[in-house]
DNA sequence: TTTCAATTGTTGCCATGGCTACATGGTAAA
DNA sequence: TTTACCATGTAGCCATGGCAACAATTGAAA
């Protein structure tokens, strides 16, 4: 099975190692984005995020909530007052901002492929941190192109 | 910014707490299922899968992984005599197919939306993990149309 | 056969992201 | 005004996944 005859074929090493990195990048800030985008959306819908509506969404207990909204704080993200609500930077809502686009293109380009719309929503939670700009603009593209007849298949 | 005038709809509580628990548990075998992938490939390609290889493929120093192997050990994934190369069990063979199968789709998808090879290969290495079973048979209905001919847009 | 470089193994450190248990603050009901 | 309940904060535990530093083994070159 080399190359000559099979499909397999690796990428070069700096190539793959570079990859790699850059999944664990993405993944290291899409916890982050994932608080910031809830925290946001909690601000617009009901008004106020709470610690505990953002724990019970995240699905976690408030200690892990606590912390991460901590490591928001540290990074310029969100701020709060002692027991009270949270609250985001400049820079967090920016970042909200893009990640709601994004989550929203990630979300109409596999309703569009034919995936139902629960299943879409729930795939794109973890997908739409590995979209990066080009592939985004091809997103944009096709959506475009497609996207307002329903589903292309 | 309510229900009634806004785009902006959370989903319910539960719902939503279910759906970053899979994505939680999406990526804590994200790390294994790339490990084991490019172990098989190793294998299939340079007839055998070293420490030093897979740490300088995976972009990490050798330390780190040698602790994923012993995970994928623990786990029955991949097996190893002390001082010799890393293989697969059955198990692992069949998770590394399985994730094989499923990043070439993500890959062929990416690319007939317009994404260049190198960036749908970078992409889908963060996002394969995060497919479903029901999104991939999507992606394989609009491959099964569109593919062939290449770029849709 | 000896020696030495490369590979592998091990230990211990750090940050993250889970958890439980407990302490403290805030507020509404009694 | 108390009191009791809920929300928030904090401490400490565990596993994961990075790292550097050092120990042990292998294997090839001298």
């Not at 949270?86 to 492929?113: N, S």
């Not at 629960?118 to 979209?131: I, K, L, T």
């Amino acid at each position: 099975m080399t190359k000559a005859g099979g499909v397999r074929t690796l990428p070069s090493e700096p190539a793959q190692a570079r990859r790699f990195g850059r999944v664990r990048d993405a993944q290291a800030t899409a916890l982050l984005e994932d608080y910031v985008e809830l925290i946001a959306d909690l601000l617009a819908d009901a008004g106020e995020a709470r610690l505990v509506d953002i724990a019970r969404r995240m699905g976690v207990a408030h200690p892990t909530a606590a912390k991460t909204i901590n490591r928001l704080k540290r990074q310029g993200l969100a701020m709060s007052e002692p027991y009270r609500g949270i609250f985001l930077t400049e820079i967090g809502m920016q970042m909200a901002e893009r990640a709601r686009v994004r989550h929203r293109l990630v979300v109409r380009v596999l309703e569009t492929l034919g995936v139902p719309t629960d299943v879409a929503e729930a795939d794109a939670e973890g997908m739409e941190h590995y979209v990066s700009d080009v592939t985004g603009r091809a997103f944009m593209k096709f959506i475009d192109a497609y996207g307002q007849f329903g589903t292309i298949s």
